[in-house]
C-alpha cells in the first residue's frame, strides 16, 4: 500500500503540474488572441472613423474661412445697405454658420473644439468693436472699411484654431 500512495501521490502531484502548465499555454493564448481580435477591431474602427473625422476637419477649416471677417465682408456686403444691416447679416451668418457645425464637434479634439468656439466669439467681438463706433444709419461700406482695416492691423481671429485644426489634422496620419 505504501508504494500505491506514493505512485498515486506522484502521479497526481504531476497531472496537477501538467494541468497547472496547460492552464496557463491556454490562458496566454486566448490572452493573445483576445489582444488580437481588440486591435482588428479597433483597426476596423479607425477604417469608418478616420474618414469621419478628417470630414470633420475639412468642414471646421471652411467655417473658420468662412466666418473671417475679410471672406464675410466680401461675401454679404451691398453698398446700399446700411451698418446696421451689415451688422446685422454679419452675426447672424456666424451663428447659422457654428449651428451647421455643431456636430463636428464629436469628432475633434475637446481643445480644437474650444479653439473654434473662442475664434467665434472672436470674430463677433471684431465685428461688434468695429460697428460700436459707427452709426446705424451710416452706410455698410464703412462698416465694412472698418472690419477690413482691423484685418489689416491684427491677426485674423481665426488664424490659431486653423493652425491648431491642421495640427491636429496631420496627427491623422
Known sequence: MDIFAQLLIASLSSGLMLFGAVYMVLRKLLAAESHRRNVQLLSAAKGITLPLRLQAHERLLLLLERISPEALVLRLRRPDSSNAVLHGELVTAIRAEMEHNLSQQMYVSP????????????????????????????????????????????????????RLLKKEAAKLF
Request: charged letters at 15%.
Open 111 to 162: 481643445e480644437l473644439w474650444s479653439a473654434v468656439v473662442m475664434a467665434k466669439n472672436s470674430v463677433l467681438s471684431c465685428i461688434n468693436a468695429c460697428a460700436a463706433p459707427l452709426s446705424p444709419n451710416d452706410t455698410s461700406l464703412q462698416l465694412a472699411q472698418k472690419l477690413l482695416e482691423w484685418h489689416v492691423d491684427n491677426e485674423l481671429p481665426t488664424a490659431a484654431a486653423i
